[in-house]
């Protein structure tokens, strides 16, 4: 397994997974009135996380569709209570729809980026190289598992994740890579800084090295 380690030297980082076109969508209740971006102007829109990739997924699924993103309001709202509309990631999507949700729109410029990874200090790494190692195995065989049977996904996620084995039928799980894909975090800095979560344009090669 590769690493990738900042330049500062303070933290280390790898690769767990890259999304899958159709893996999220902007979707609302079963009975909305809501079926256009349009309709979602002043009203509240749940997202897992107001930093990182599921606010700029919202901010570019809402101009994509005609729409100012300071039009709306997002929550971090885990559960999406109280909202009219709400950012939904497999495996949730899939249970999402099965209960009615109706998708508003798709995201899209997202298929194949990262949306996981992993990362540890450096001063931990230094005090405990054999868990470290450990971890790097376990994660190795994990993807080599999941390369011979991606299906052991599916069956494992209800153990653990707020799904049943009924919710999972055609689910669009992304693919599982131990490697940093630096052209990917490129793409995603690009999107933040066209999309105004950025301020300002960031080359990732100045902060990883692979």
Aim: no cysteine; charged share 25%; net charge positive.
């Amino acid at each position: 397994m590769r690493l990738a380690y900042l330049l500062t030297g303070d933290v280390h980082l790898g690769g767990l997974h890259r999304a899958r076109p159709g893996s999220m969508a902007l979707v609302v209740k079963a009975g909305s009135r809501i079926r256009s971006v349009a309709g979602l102007k002043g009203r509240k829109i749940g997202v897992p996380h107001l930093r990182g990739l599921p606010a700029l997924s919202a901010v570019a699924m809402l101009k994509r569709g005609g729409l100012d993103p300071d039009d709306v309001v997002l929550v971090e709202s885990p559960y999406h209570h109280g909202v009219k509309a709400a950012l939904l990631a497999e495996p949730y999507l899939t249970a999402g729809l099965r209960e009615g949700r109706v998708p508003v729109l798709p995201p899209a410029g997202f298929e194949g980026l990262p949306t996981a990874g992993w990362m540890a200090a450096d001063d931990w790494i230094k005090d405990n190289p054999r868990t470290l190692r450990a971890f790097q195995r376990a994660l190795a065989k994990a993807h080599r598992l999941i390369a011979a049977d991606p299906g052991q996904v599916v069956r494992v996620l209800p153990s653990y994740a707020r799904v049943t084995s009924s919710d999972l039928d055609g689910v669009e799980l992304g693919s599982y890579s131990a490697d940093l894909d630096v052209p990917g975090l490129q793409r995603l800095a690009d999107l933040a800084r066209r999309h105004s979560v950025l301020r300002e344009p960031l080359d990732v090669r100045d902060f990883v090295i692979k």
